[in-house]
């Protein structure tokens, strides 16, 4: 099964921009980039999806190179409630979309 | 939030019992899923189904079994619990866009300890 890679955490403090940058190399040709918030005891969160280039909404950004093997998940201006985990999720490249394998996330800590 | 509701939300069993948990969805969504999640190592999925009877296995399968007889309703069954699927139990739905572009909803998840 296709796996993404993420850096296990992160620091940042609050009003700071924060990048977290996701690694899949086995991405279908067909399939988009979501990313995925999650706090404590709760299910994950859809926080943003796209398929190349640029996308950005009220919350984020999310940068995707050409060669879509790689995406950055940015986040403007951090503050204390953005303290959670990360997930960037793709589809398998064999099962295509209907087989979903989450990475083990990135957790961003906030501090003032 | 999407119509998902997990039940039961926490429940404790011995080894060797069965147990059933049941995801619903109000949203008609064909794409159902299983996931587990314990310290360490993310989501993983268990089971998942693309509709009605059609069901297929994730990467942690063993040891579960799924049924889906209706669009609404997931179950998941593990037939003989062991200490190991001690886990947080997340359900989550998807409607397949023309492009594969169709997020995850996930619900709040059912916290199942087995001693």
């Known amino acids: 099964l296709a796996k993404t890679t993420q850096p296990i955490s992160m620091d940042s403090y609050e009003g700071q921009e924060v990048n977290i940058t996701c690694s899949h190399n086995n991405i279908a040709t067909n399939d988009y980039i979501t990313w995925y918030q999650q706090f404590p005891s709760q299910g994950p969160r859809f926080i943003i999806q796209g398929y190349k280039t640029k996308v950005t909404n009220e919350v984020a950004s999310l940068f995707i190179p050409a060669d879509r093997k790689s995406s950055t998940l940015s986040l403007p201006r951090v503050s204390l409630s953005d303290t959670a985990v990360y997930y960037c999720l793709v589809g398998d490249r064999d099962t295509g979309r209907r087989a979903l394998t989450f990475g083990s996330g990135t957790r961003l800590q906030v501090q003032p | 939030d999407a119509g998902i509701t997990q039940s039961p939300r926490h429940k404790v069993t011995e080894t060797g019992t069965p147990v059933t948990l049941r995801c619903h969805q109000t949203e008609n969504h064909r794409y159902m899923y299983w996931y587990r999640q314990d310290p360490g190592h993310g989501l993983r999925l268990i089971h998942y189904?693309?509709?009605?009877?059609?069901?297929d296995k994730g990467e942690v399968s063993d040891g579960y079994s799924v049924s889906r007889s209706k669009t609404e309703d997931f179950l998941l069954t593990l037939e003989s619990a062991t200490s190991s699927q001690t886990s947080v139990y997340f359900c989550?739905?998807?409607?397949?866009?023309?492009?594969?572009?169709?997020?995850?909803?996930f619900g709040n998840g059912t916290r199942l300890t087995v001693t």
């Open positions: 989550a739905i998807s409607e397949p866009g023309t492009a594969n572009n169709s997020p995850l909803h």
């Open positions: 189904s693309y509709g009605v009877k059609d069901t």
